[in-house]
């Protein structure tokens, strides 16, 4: 019998693997061969862990972003800022996980219905020695994790300069509901890096989006070689056990942990990996911090926001109104930084404080078993729950909780404007009403 050629050896390795992997996950032989034939890889991956495939078209050639939905959520469920900006309603949470249809939602033009199948991701730049394109397939293949992390939008708080310092910022007006947490399935950025050949000389990694909404035709921002090879920094493509939904970036958007939410590039269709800095809108006039306290850098106008800052909040609507008598209020805090490891409680606008519990996180069996296990890794971006007790007299309060986090990071007292109403965290002054 004629040897098999380098290709199809290879081949028949990656199949004999998954046919381990799936054999190990309760799937049978003949079910294995079934999805193989139907959907290849995609479908036998998707089968064992879970996920559900999308069966969703391409959108039309000609069909421009006016013409599509600028989101598919139910809105009613959510603040709506317009323009496909969803905030999250905090008082609707319970758990440490926020349900899919429950996330947050930042668009910066209508949210994509791609089809799998015709997606591709580039890798490229001068910084690479092996340019390559990559199929959906071919992301799905690679060794996946998968973890907790809150995203973060930079402006969540934003209203907050208005509301609590008397200036407006400009930017979508957000409270405390743009951010969400959420457990992340995906393949290691620096995975796809190496395999392109990374360079020692490589210092930028521009992620692209495929979105057509913003000026730079397509939703990017830089990253730092650093960040880009961080084994956390994931190309994800499943969020809660599900297939990543339409809105979060489906097929594959970037995750970066602990760093603001428009790091995390949706919709992603391609990287360029440079040996210069590399200077785009959104790290010079746009996701930076313009104004009397941050120096300009490089050629932005300000400080480029990269990482998040501690925060925390209540699980209230916005103003709230409780009954009188004992209430048993929570809400959640977190940290780029670290766990939570204090978060204190004021009724009187923070004269004096008194401690929260904190909870330990606790996750549905379904989503437990997706995590991956070791010293408590799995949770190290998760944002925590805490809860008080408060005996509730008639009248109007100013409630606040103040948050600090395992590396000894607290939210300050002040911060300085400015312009673009980034990373507010100044303890939250919460209006309630007991009546």
């Not at 971006?381 to 395992?406: C, H, I, K, L, N």
């Amino acid at each position: 019998m004629a040897a098999r050629s380098f290709a199809s050896e290879k081949e028949h390795g990656e199949r004999r693997r998954l046919w381990q992997f799936a054999r190990a996950r309760g799937v049978t032989r003949r079910r294995f061969l079934q999805l193989l034939t139907a959907g290849g890889t995609a479908a036998v991956l998707a089968s064992c862990t879970g996920l559900q495939l999308p069966t969703v078209a391409a959108p039309a050639a000609d069909e421009t972003a006016a013409d599509a939905p600028l989101h598919y959520k139910d809105a009613a469920l959510f603040l709506d800022h317009g323009d496909g900006n969803l905030e999250a309603r905090l008082e609707n949470m319970q758990g440490v996980i926020t349900p899919v249809q429950s996330f947050f939602v930042r668009n910066n033009s209508a949210s994509l219905d791609m089809d799998p199948a015709n997606w591709r991701l580039s890798v490229g730049g001068d910084a690479v020695a092996n340019p390559l394109e990559l199929s959906y397939e071919d992301i799905l293949n690679l060794p996946s994790r998968t973890f907790i992390s809150y995203l973060e939008c930079a402006g969540n708080h934003r209203a907050m300069f208005d509301l609590v310092k008397g200036q407006a910022a400009s930017g979508t007006p957000w409270k405390t509901g743009a951010v969400s947490n959420g457990a992340w399935t995906g393949a290691a950025l620096r995975d796809v890096l190496v395999r392109a050949g990374i360079t020692e000389g490589a210092v930028s990694v521009l992620l692209i989006g495929l979105d057509a909404g913003s000026p730079e035709k397509g939703f990017r921002r830089v990253m730092p070689v650093g960040k880009a090879m961080d084994p956390d920094t994931l190309l994800a493509y499943a969020l809660n056990g599900e297939t990543l939904p339409r809105d979060h970036g489906f097929p594959v958007r970037a995750l970066a942990p602990g760093w603001v939410g428009a790091a995390s590039i949706k919709w992603l269709g391609r990287i360029v990996v440079s040996s210069e800095p590399l200077w785009t809108r959104n790290n010079t006039t746009s996701y930076t911090l313009i104004g009397d306290a941050y120096p300009p850098e490089g050629e932005a106008l300000g400080r480029p926001v990269t990482t998040q800052t501690i925060k925390s909040a209540l699980a209230l609507p916005w103003p709230a109104a409780l009954a009188v008598g004992a209430q048993h209020i929570h809400g959640y805090a977190q940290s780029p930084h670290g766990p939570i490891a204090k978060v204190e409680w004021s009724v009187d606008s923070g004269a004096t404080w008194h401690r929260a519990t904190l909870v330990e996180p606790v996750v549905e069996p379904a989503i437990g078993r997706l995590l991956d296990a070791g010293n408590g890794g799995e949770f190290r971006y998760s944002w925590t729950r805490f809860d008080f007790g408060w005996d509730a007299q008639p009248g109007e309060y100013t409630v606040m909780t103040r948050a600090t986090d395992a590396a000894g990071s607290t939210q300050p007292d002040e911060i300085p404007f400015n312009e673009k109403g980034y990373l507010f965290n100044q303890p939250v002054p919460h209006p309630i009403r007991v009546a």
